[in-house]
């Protein structure tokens, strides 16, 4: 905390004869902050003007945070790739717009979602509730599906299991 500046109070500035940081007294205020000053050393009046030393440090501390702000800018957002799937959701403006691509990628049927039922990657359902969807992945008992709104994650029948509960 430094003491507030009053006229007659002395004060380190820069000095424009000297060339360099002097003891200074304040001879006129400007919103409570030295305006005008007297070189000590030379006598001379001028401007108020920060020393050389503490702009330095001022300066230094800028372009550290310059540098700081640089970093975070360039450090680029992870873009997570769409699937093709993702991307016809994204892109359709409407259903049929959504069913139209869908079908560019898939060949298949558009089937009723069950619980029970087993599907593929690439199949295509339709959600009582969230409509059509393609499939994009089947793990086990679960099936990834992108819907024109959302992505969800289903259940749906083990195709493996069944496979090996049949044999
Ligand atoms: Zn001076």
């Known amino acids: 905390m430094t003491k507030p500046h009053e006229v007659g ?3 380190e500035s820069y000095c424009t004869k000297c060339r360099t940081d002097t003891a200074h007294v304040i001879v006129a205020l400007l919103e409570e902050k030295a305006k005008r000053v007297v070189c000590n050393i030379c ?6 003007r920060v020393p050389k030393a503490q702009r ?4 230094a ?3 550290k945070k310059a540098a700081a702000k640089r970093k975070t800018t360039t450090r680029r957002r992870r873009v997570v790739p769409k699937t093709p799937a993702e ?4 892109d359709a403006s409407s259903v049929e717009e959504w069913t139209a691509k869908l079908r560019e990628i ?9 619980l029970d039922g087993i599907y593929h ?5 339709q959600h009582p509730t969230f409509g059509l969807g393609f499939i994009e992945e089947v793990q086990r008992h679960r099936a ?3 819907f024109l709104e959302s992505k969800k994650l289903l259940i749906c029948q083990d195709a493996k299991k069944n496979l090996a509960s049949a044999e």
Do not use: R
Not at 43 to 48: A, L, R, T, V
Not at 106 to 114: F, G, L
């Open 43 to 48: 006598n001379g009046e001028h401007n108020y």
């Open 144 to 146: 990834h599906v992108v």
């Open 121 to 125: 990657q690439k199949d295509l359902i």
């Open 9 to 11: 109070g002395d004060i």
């Open 87 to 90: 991307q016809a959701a994204a």
């Open 106 to 114: 898939t060949e298949a049927e558009i089937v009723d979602y069950k």
């Open 61 to 63: 501390a800028k372009k």
């Open 56 to 59: 330095a440090a001022i300066k």
